[in-house]
């Protein structure tokens, strides 16, 4: 018999509150029975599901050894501390918050510093003059030594960040960093800048799926599960409901509908009796409704949408597919 579904998502601050609030807008409530310190938690509803609250970093380092079979952790762990990550896990969609960039930040005084081929200028020019190799301070060890790689960049070496990276060159133990940032402004106020070339990943929150958790049946059917109510929840946020009814619609209108505002019709054309729906783009609605009327309607009703549940789900077929290779 296998064991439960593990889902990791991350154990505190903003982090915890916007992945709850992720799965509780698609209708799965994570519920923490035995109290709000407890380290483990269920989803309301779904009884072979235990949810793992770890640190960003641990659920990276446990879906690399398949202990949980989704977590909730930034593209920035993943591509740090997972070899060949895009072979043992699946990044199957950006949950829309924990956006970060990963760059390299050089002191503002270096005013004729502005690529990552002007830092290789500067690297070796200091080597020659110091005798010595330029340091970087990260935390981002994999990454930075990547995306120098690629770059062309030798004359370096790291300096593993422990601390607030940012202070580094200020304090002498480092001339450049490697580091996360959202808004720059902690860089600016430590006298620092990113190359204009120096984005090396632009990171998000991720649902993420490990190749190497036990992927029975049980436990892929709670996956299709899980991810049908992701789905639905994302589909529903792309339109809003248009109801009316006239017998003045034909074919030719809903094509134009289409065409015009990127309506489509879940249930096909009105019904005998003139019934139709549609849906529609939120930013479209007036147009959409406009043409109704000039049309021929009525009364146009507009409501929102919950859930939009398809035949076929993009998400657990990405799932399957990376299963399968």
């Keep these: 018999m296998s064991g439960p579904f593990v889902l990791a998502v991350p154990s505190k601050g903003r982090l915890q509150e916007n992945a709850e ?23 309301s509803g779904l009884d072979n599901v235990e949810i793992a609250y770890l640190s960003a970093s641990e659920i990276a380092a446990q879906l690399s050894r398949g202990a949980v079979h989704f977590g909730v952790t930034g593209e920035d762990l993943v591509r740090e501390s997972i070899v060949n990550a895009d072979k043992r896990v699946l990044l199957l969609d950006n949950l829309g918050f924990g956006s970060a960039n990963v760059v390299v930040a050089v002191p503002q005084a270096w005013i004729d510093v ?55 060159p200020a304090g002498g133990t480092a001339e450049l960093i490697v580091d996360i940032t959202t808004t720059g402004a902690t860089l600016a106020a430590n006298g620092l ?7 090396i990943l632009k990171s998000h929150a991720n649902l993420v799926a490990s190749r190497e958790a036990d ?41 134009e509908a289409h065409n015009r505002f990127g309506v489509v019709a879940p249930f096909g054309g009105p019904t005998s009796s003139g019934m139709l729906t549609l849906h529609c783009p939120p930013a479209q609605l007036y147009g959409l409704v406009s043409f109704l009327r000039t049309n021929g309607a009525d009364t146009v ?25």
């Design 21 to 43: 609030a992720f799965f509780s807008r698609a209708g799965l409530t994570l519920a923490k029975p035995r109290g709000a310190r407890e380290y483990r938690g269920t989803i």
């Design 193 to 199: 800048k990113v190359l204009d070339d120096g984005v």
């Design 215 to 255: 992927w029975s049946g049980a436990t892929l059917e709670t996956a299709r599960v899980i991810l049908d109510h992701i789905h639905a929840r994302a589909r529903a946020n792309q339109y809003s409901e248009v109801r009316t009814r006239f017998k003045g619609c034909d074919a030719a209108m809903l094509a």
């Design 114 to 168: 502005r690529t990552m081929a002007d830092l290789d200028d500067v690297a070796t020019g200091f080597r020659a003059q110091h005798n010595r190799r330029m340091r970087v301070a990260t935390k981002y060890i994999n990454l930075t030594r990547g995306y120098f790689a690629s770059h062309g960049i030798v004359d370096y070496r790291i300096v593993e960040s422990a601390g607030a990276t940012e202070g580094a």
């Design 301 to 325: 009703s507009v409501a929102s949408l919950d859930y939009v549940f398809d035949r076929d789900n993009p998400l657990f077929a990405r799932l399957e597919a990376f299963l399968k290779t």
